[in-house]
């Protein structure tokens, strides 16, 4: 088949990679628009179109593809049969999904109507869901409300965390998105129950913010969900600490105290969370200072028991 591919970020890179292995003939790229990166503020593409560009394939990267007429133009002018869509970051018009024969399609990784939304993942891992997957869709003038192509579901792992997860998710997609493009004359597509519907909305840097009032649970659930991006972050003297990575400890705090570094092990450092329980922090980043273990960073002094974070 003729493909238009939408998609920026590597989650996508797999679909667009089956794509082309399979024969299907990948016409045009459309990814966001390369970002300042960095501490010089370069502007850097995003992965897809640095993947594109190495396979030799056209790339267009519109800042709003809704008010891109050229956009339109060279969909037209290379006649897909279907338009393909993977975390693309934007809305798409009904003037460019219904140009295609087969119109257009979306990899989407969660059950949908669950988890509609920009950041399925991350809320799947946040909110203890031990179960979620990838759904194929038509795509619509509303976000991911369009009628159901395909699903598979996939078990989320004890410990995985978000990267992980989208990662495992992005190979499953790929895969199911080839056996729907097979038999895309043939599906009879299937409406959403928009009464069982949720939400993952765009997660921004206030969201990684550590509460040490709630359990030891529910902060590893936030560390898994928000790194590497927009990371899980608390406050140590006024100072922002990045959590990479930690784990509930079997131990309770000998008081209640949420917030409170308990005692500094070899292994990391134990923090109070709601009801005694304990957080066990091993890995992290201070502001402006390069990732390293808790108990490095305790040496001399950085943090002791008794201090406080949030």
Not at 112 to 117: A, C, E, V
């Amino acid at each position: 088949m003729r493909v238009v591919f939408f998609g920026s970020p590597a989650s996508a890179i797999p679909s667009l990679a089956k794509l082309m292995t399979a024969g299907h003939s990948v016409e045009l790229v459309l990814s966001q628009p390369d970002k300042p990166s960095g501490r010089g503020k370069r502007l850097k593409p995003c992965p897809v179109k640095i993947f594109a560009l190495e396979k030799g394939l056209p790339c267009y990267e519109p800042s709003q593809v809704r008010k891109d007429p050229a956009a339109r133009e060279k969909i037209r002018h290379v006649d897909p049969d279907i338009i393909v869509v993977v975390a693309y970051g934007q809305i798409i018009p009904a003037a460019i999904f219904d140009l295609p024969k087969f119109k257009s399609i979306n990899v989407h990784f969660s059950l949908l109507p669950k988890y509609r939304g920009a950041s399925p993942v991350q809320w799947a891992v946040l909110n203890g869901e031990t179960r979620t997957g990838v759904t194929i869709f038509r795509l619509n003038e509303k976000m991911d409300e369009g009628d159901v192509l395909a699903s598979e579901e996939a078990a989320i792992l004890p410990r995985e965390n978000a990267v992980n997860l989208e990662t495992r998710l992005a190979h499953i997609g790929a895969e199911l998105l080839l056996k729907t493009l097979a038999m895309i004359d043939r599906i009879q597509p299937a409406a959403q129950d928009h009464t069982l519907a949720t939400y993952a909305p765009k997660l921004k840097k206030e969201d990684g913010l550590i509460d040490w009032t709630q359990d030891a649970e529910a902060v590893d659930r936030k560390v898994r969900a928000m790194t590497p991006w927009p990371s899980a972050f608390t406050f140590l003297r006024g100072r922002r600490l990045i959590i990479q990575e930690g784990q509930p400890s079997f131990e309770k705090a000998d008081r209640d105290a949420p917030g409170a570094v308990i005692s500094i092990e070899k292994y990391g450092i134990l923090v109070c969370c709601k009801e005694r329980s304990l957080y066990l922090i091993q890995t992290l980043q201070p502001e402006n200072k390069k990732t390293m273990g808790a108990f490095s960073f305790s040496l001399g002094g950085q943090i002791k028991p008794s201090d406080g974070l949030g």
